[in-house]
């Protein structure tokens, strides 16, 4: 038989599930979210965790990252509204991006959401806002990679369409254009850039950016939101901890280190508390020795990006089968490159036996496409019990308010 790397109680587990499905894992996101505080309050005096919703939209997730601590970051009025929905007083949301729409960004800033301004128009909407009150809003700061590191250019992308640029007159204007508005300050400033990288050197040079930033125009601010961008679990690389000293140290030689330090990550906080399950609905012998075997999963529910090169995959059999040389192991669409991985050597899979994609929670279920078959059940595993968070969609959902 094979060697497991699961305990057998987790393969009983992952067996009664109805596949294909999703399982949340609250007690990781947990740990992760306090990860990231417990590095930020070892150096700030105040610090926020914001859960990236595009990252992971998961209600269920979102609600539970809420009870943990952290904010909601959203990035459209939809998100903004997920947020709301999900349990997020105004005052833990932080509102970014471009698709903000009038009327919840007038909500947000009312209600004292952290909002990051991001476009002209939102300047123009600050006028709408009640004359009598003061209200606080942050800018986003137009960074180029290769301008402020070097060693984390990237080519192409390293220019942004985000935020006001420095480098032209359209930062200073927006500093000037909220600075005369009578009810309205500047307290924060947004530098989200994710470098290729996502090395500690960058951090350490776009808060540097930031800070020069803060002095040319001699701003006084609340917070600084350093966006995401940060690695998660992985073994040798940057840990919560070291992000959180390189944005310490940088603030605290400019004498800065007051600030409320913000940082929003999504694969680091989220990748980790999914595993996805598929089961094995087929197996063809194509060539001899080169077996196709088809899964109720598909690329797109763990790769909608088709980009992946691998899985942290394993597999769980019924029975004791003959190694084969070679399985692709496929997906469940009608697509010919709905293609995962290749199994080398191994016994063969067949019809029932089940296969576990861990840290698969990050850009993949909130980017699935409808495509053949819709949205897959997702559970929830607490406190030693699973329960289904998210029903499958079927026909019946996808046909809501349309007409037939
Ligand atoms: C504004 C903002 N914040 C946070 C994130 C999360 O980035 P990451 O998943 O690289 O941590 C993104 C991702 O695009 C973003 O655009």
């Known amino acids: 038989m094979p060697q497991w790397r699961i305990s057998m109680e987790q393969i009983n587990f992952y067996k009664s599930l109805q596949t294909p499905c999703f399982v949340l894992d609250v007690a990781e996101l947990k ?52 947020a709301v929905l999900c349990g997020f007083p105004t005052n833990r949301i932080i509102y970014n991006g471009p698709m903000k729409s009038k009327e919840t960004f007038v909500e947000a800033v009312e209600g004292g959401a952290i ?146 330090l913000i940082v929003e990550p999504g694969n680091a906080l989220v990748a980790s508390c999914y595993t996805f399950v598929s089961e094995v609905i087929d197996h063809k012998e194509v060539e001899k020795d080169h077996w196709f075997v088809t899964t109720d999963g598909s690329r797109n529910d763990i790769d909608p990006f088709f980009k992946k090169s691998g899985y942290l995959d394993e597999e769980i059999y019924q029975k004791e089968t003959p190694v084969v040389e070679t399985q692709t192991i496929s997906g469940c669409t009608c697509l010919e490159y709905d293609r995962l991985f290749t199994l080398k050597d191994k016994p063969l899979l067949c019809v029932g036996d089940r296969i576990i994609y861990h840290n698969v929670g990050a850009y993949t279920m909130c980017l699935t496409p409808m495509f053949i078959r819709y949205i897959p059940n997702i559970y929830a595993l607490e406190n030693g019990e699973c329960k289904l968070v998210r029903e499958k969609w079927t026909a019946k959902e996808f046909i809501q308010k349309t007409i037939i």
């Open 115 to 260: 909002v990051n301004i991001e476009t002209k128009r939102e300047l123009e909407w600050l006028k709408d806002l009640d004359r009598s009150q003061q209200y606080k809003v942050g800018l986003r700061l137009n960074i180029n990679i290769s301008h402020i590191s070097e060693e984390d250019a990237d080519g192409d992308n390293d220019n942004s369409r985000f935020g006001f640029s420095d480098e032209t007159s359209e930062f200073a204007d927006a500093v000037g254009y909220i600075s005369n508005l009578p009810n309205v300050s500047l307290n924060g400033l947004h530098i989200h850039r994710t470098a290729h990288s996502r090395s500690v050197r960058f951090y350490e040079r776009s808060v540097e950016y930031a800070c020069n930033t803060i002095k040319k125009y001699d701003l006084d601010l609340d917070y600084l939101d350093v966006g995401g961008g940060y690695f998660g679990i992985f073994p040798n690389k940057p840990t919560y901890q070291q992000y959180s000293d390189a944005f310490y140290n940088v603030l605290k030689a400019n004498d800065l280190d007051n600030l409320c």
């Open 31 to 82: 740990r992760s979210i306090d990860g990231y505080q417990k590095a930020l309050d070892s150096n700030f005096q105040k610090a926020i965790v914001g859960y990236s919703v595009k990252t992971n939209s998961t209600p269920y997730c979102m609600r539970k990252a809420g009870d943990f601590g952290a904010y909601a970051e959203v990035v459209s009025h939809d998100e903004y509204e997920l």
